[in-house]
């Protein structure tokens, strides 16, 4: 694949878009494409579509496609929830999970939540990587203390019950709260919609909870390759589909989070994890070719030049690299986005300060979208996660 080529900012969009464009069928999918009710209103997603490069598009949206921008833009994984006061106090009126996440005015109230605290550039979606299960079959409950339950799916006749995912009905709060979202925050920042990856849902599906060896899915990938297969298969078709609703319904940007596929020894990525990850791109870029998609996977220092053939446009680097060291491996035209240690949020002014601006000399001001290295822990402190948005968004080189 591409390595270092020195052609940057607009150059390199409009060879992503030229990528983007000769992978997919324009008009006749775009003719065919489903506009929701609620989409009507989401006019500016259309405008982006047809005028490319905008300068009023919002400064996240404009670095992701690989533009060249005023500085950095910043944002961070998990910012909206439990670190923030105001969440919990929500907490104690709403107890759970499912109730604020499907309640349109409760995820729109969280996810703009860290946006008027700290200003950051991306506003996501307050949500799960499990929200659309549901809608395929699959229920699921999220414990306050214990986190997601599901009951485990280990058996060809426990797959019966999935089914495709028709969003709109399954997800109608999803697709309200992106379009309110796009409302209130206008071309001030950039709303991101997101989605789990197969493997990284089907964890959960087969393990029945949260994991730390991933021994019964694993087990499934010796014992019944075919089974886990027609799982992940059946999952990239609906994800796919519930991540084209997201567009649809405003959101700008698709993360794509595979968080647990860094667990699997390389041949087990290639078999269980990359192809389904490709389903779900491909099948945004063949109906959204011009929306940014960037890829997540916890501990994935090994598998960077994996994460860059991917077909997304930015890879989130947790923060086991260096920028410059993942720039060598996968060259200068794919975006990098990250990848400041959660932890160092923890630390005084200072060190905040000195690392940040480390990562922002490194990553040169182009192709780089500033975040952490994986989401944002529950205990950092709001006046450090401030203090941080603030430290990107003064820094000049
Ligand atoms: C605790 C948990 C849930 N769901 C999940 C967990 C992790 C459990 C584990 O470690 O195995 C699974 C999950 N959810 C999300 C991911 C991908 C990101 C990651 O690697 O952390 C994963 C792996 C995205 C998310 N999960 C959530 C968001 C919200 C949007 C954001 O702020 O980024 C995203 C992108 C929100 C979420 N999701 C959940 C809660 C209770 C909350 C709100 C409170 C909070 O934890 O901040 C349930």
Known sequence: FTTTSGRVGVTTNARRLERAAAASTPSSVRGKRRITPTAVSAQPTEKAVDAGKDTTDPLL????????VERVP???????????KEYRDLVQKHPTFRERSETPELSTEISLQPW?????????LFSDILTPLPGM????????KAGPKIPPMRTWDSMKKMHPIDPEKACPFVGQTLNELRGVVGNEATVLGFVGCPYTLATYMVE???SKEYLEIKKMAFL????????????????????????????????????????????????????????????IKAVHPEVPVIIYINK??????????????????????????????????IGIQGNLDPAILHGDHATIKERTEEILRDGGGRNHVMNLGHGIDAGTPEDNAAFFIDTVKNFRF
């Open 61 to 68: 949206l404009r670095a992701a496609r690989g533009e060249k």
């Open 74 to 84: 910043v944002w961070m994984m998990r910012q909206a929830g439990r670190h923030i």
């Open 116 to 124: 008027r605290n700290y200003k950051t550039d991306g506003v996501i």
């Open 137 to 144: 079959g699959i229920d699921f409950t999220i414990e306050e």
């Open 208 to 210: 029945g909870k949260t």
């Open 224 to 283: 019944e390759p075919k089974l886990l297969h027609a799982m992940l298969k059946s999952l990239a078709d609906s994800i796919g589909d519930y991540a084209n609703y997201q567009v649809d319904s405003g959101a700008q940007v698709i993360q794509v989070f595979d968080s647990w596929a860094g667990h699997l020894s390389p041949k087990d990525y290639d078999t269980f994890a990359a192809p389904y990850q490709r389903m779900v791109i491909e099948k």
């Open 300 to 333: 994935s220092g090994a598998l960077l030049e994996r994460m860059a053939t991917s077909g997304v446009d930015i890879v989130s680097l947790d923060w086991t690299v260096t920028v410059p060291e993942a720039r060598k491996r996968i060259g200068d035209d």
